[in-house]
């Protein structure tokens, strides 16, 4: 299979570093070491995720689900014929916005476009923040991509 193109960087540069050292240091990211692999991880995506915020809410300010499992996937070396899997994922919005986000943070700039474009106009409604706020993966795409979405 396919590698999906990348930035290059190291994953531990791809994440501010007080979110990285917090998601390393996570009790739930050690407790991801026992996925290996990609469908378990979607499946693990599928029952916890309810946010793509960087941070939980409320009191315990730790990393969110989301980016551990991201962070998780960073590990992985994600194929081109997964990351198709993920953004097209008919489940939940959380897994595709997920691999959105890899594609932001680990794909290589000058490939985005291509990656995100035929999503621009996607109509699926879902709540990115933990605030309960509606918005189309579609807005969502667009955001990522002009750097104005809340990563």
Known sequence: MAELKTSGRPIDQLLEKVLCMNILS????????RLKTYHEVIDEIY??????EPW??????????AFCLLYKFF???LTVKQMHGLLKHPDSPYIRAIGFLYLRY????KTLWG????????????????????TTMG???RDLFLGQAMI
Do not use: I
């Open 26 to 33: 996570s009790d739930y990211f050690r407790d991801l070491l």
């Open 115 to 134: 990656w995100y474009e035929p999503y621009l106009k996607d109509d699926e409604e879902f709540s990115p923040g933990s605030s309960g706020q509606m």
């Open 47 to 52: 029952n916890q995720v309810d946010h793509v």
């Open 139 to 141: 807005v969502y795409v």
């Open 106 to 109: 680990l794909g290589d700039f």
């Open 75 to 77: 590990t992985m070396k």
């Open 56 to 65: 939980m809410t409320g009191n315990c300010r730790g990393p969110s689900t």
